[in-house]
């Protein structure tokens, strides 16, 4: 991101620009600060499939069996891994502010925070960037690696 203003329409953007790409055309920053609260908050959902719930299991060393009874619950016709009741996702360390699970983490922690639904508008980054303390800084994400990541999972 080149310029922290927020750009309702795009109509003071130079002609070769306007309708050039999302507004996030010039790339955006992030670097994980391992804060954790992307992990942590109000009640969600942290979808699953079959091959990430096997990595898990595998990961841990338990049975898939257990991971998908002790840690997953159906949603929708999707699976979702369990949370707390403050919200904690089941695999966040409060103790230690971190992923019990890191290295084999769901897309959708992978792709964070590069979802749809927090790159849709520049006011929608803004507000991940109250949040996240690592977005706005850190790596330069090119577009293309953006949209890739928005893609991945559709959130």
């Known amino acids: ?5 927020p750009q309702s329409d795009g109509a003071e953007l130079p002609a070769d620009h306007q309708n050039a790409g999302p507004w996030y055309r010039d790339g955006l920053k992030f670097r994980c600060t391992g804060c954790g609260n992307c992990c942590t908050g109000g009640p ?6 079959e091959a990430e719930i096997a990595a898990i299991a595998e990961y841990l060393d338990k049975p898939v069996g257990e991971i998908r009874l002790m840690h997953c ?5 999707q699976v979702s891994l369990n949370e ?6 089941v ?3 409060s103790q ?3 992923c019990t699970i890191y290295p084999v983490r769901p897309v959708q922690c992978r792709t964070w925070p590069f979802w749809r639904s927090n790159v849709s508008t520049e ?3 803004h ?5 996240c303390p690592g977005a706005g800084i850190g790596d330069f994400f090119p577009l293309d690696e953006i949209e890739v990541r928005v893609t991945e999972r559709d959130l």
Do not use: H, I, L, Q
Not at 1 to 5: K, V
Not at 44 to 49: A, I, K, L, N, T
Not at 127 to 131: T, Y
């Open 1 to 5: 991101m080149t310029d922290s203003t």
């Open 44 to 49: 969600g959902y942290v979808w699953v499939d």
């Open 73 to 77: 619950r159906p949603v929708r016709n």
């Open 84 to 89: 707390y009741a403050n919200g904690d996702c």
């Open 91 to 93: 695999f966040f360390d």
């Open 96 to 98: 230690k502010r971190n």
């Open 123 to 125: 006011a929608d980054w």
């Open 127 to 131: 507000a991940v960037m109250r949040e």
